[in-house]
């Protein structure tokens, strides 16, 4: 198999997001057994100008459903960003996985060069797919994945290095 | 320009080894603003069996040194791991940036489905050159550079997820 922009985006998306939705689960069964508010966990953050942790469940399944949308010539699905429990994370990730099975590597393969134009940050941004995929995209969501990982270690969940990696 | 397995690793660890090297900088600034002694930020980690800052550091440059050099058929250079201040973190990051400048495109493209065999975290894998470099050494870079960011940002230095995403 060779690199292409499909392998570069979609099945990475993919497997990290299957990643995160364990590493949920296990936040979630790890509050139960401290008998802590699943909520606490839900809304914990790092520092108080960071997101917590349900904004960054948002954010890394927006870049999840916004590269390969924009890739593609797709309109972006929108979500409602309403997500306030586990189960609504879950459903989100899971309806997230779904919309990433629908792309063929046909529809990406060859957007490398492809004029992307998003609004990112409040900036108007136009790069080309190759950019738009490596520097925009993919950065962002590890960014945000990592730091929802980050934000349930620090609360005294268990989770290994391993989980994050996960199994593809 | 179009992806390919030199695209898809050399300036992208170069890119945000840039942004960390950014990233420390404010923060060996912003401990002398606060009177902190610098120490406190680069021995912080964010819970007792997470790696402290610099162990961070140390390990995402080793995923950015390792995953070319692997690619290429090259040994992977050798580093004492000693790094103890935010100067000697630097000038890890400088080499590693001054490494990577080495290779060229010719010398990493086409080793996508090369087999790579290396050892982490104690286990022996095989895989090829892509999944190596899509699964193992990007996810690892990525969390590593993000926990470097938010065991700062926990620590109350101003940064701001642009300087994480940087300029190429």
Same mark, same amino acid.
């Given at each position: 198999m060779t690199i292409s922009m499909y392998e570069a985006s979609v099945p990475v998306f993919s497997a990290r997001l299957k990643a995160l939705s364990t590493i949920l689960a296990a936040a979630e069964k790890n509050a139960a057994e401290r008998k802590i508010d699943p909520q606490v966990l839900v809304t914990?953050?790092?520092?108080? &100008?960071m997101y917590a942790l349900a904004r960054q469940v948002q954010i890394a399944t927006d870049h999840a459903k916004g590269a390969p949308s924009r890739l593609a010539g797709r309109d972006v699905p929108k979500y409602e960003d309403n997500e306030a429990t586990f189960a609504e994370l879950q459903a989100r990730i899971e309806k997230t996985l779904s919309y990433l099975a629908t792309f063929k590597a046909a529809d990406i393969?060859?957007?490398? &060069?492809k004029t992307i134009q998003l609004k990112l940050g409040g900036h108007d941004m136009s790069l080309s797919g190759l950019r738009y995929l490596l520097d925009v995209a993919m950065p962002n969501f590890y960014f945000h994945v990592t730091t929802a990982y980050d934000i349930l270690r620090h609360n005294?969940?268990?989770?290994g290095k391993a989980m994050f990696l996960g199994a593809r």
């Open positions: 914990a953050r790092l520092t108080p &100008d393969d060859g957007s490398d &060069d005294g969940v268990p989770l």
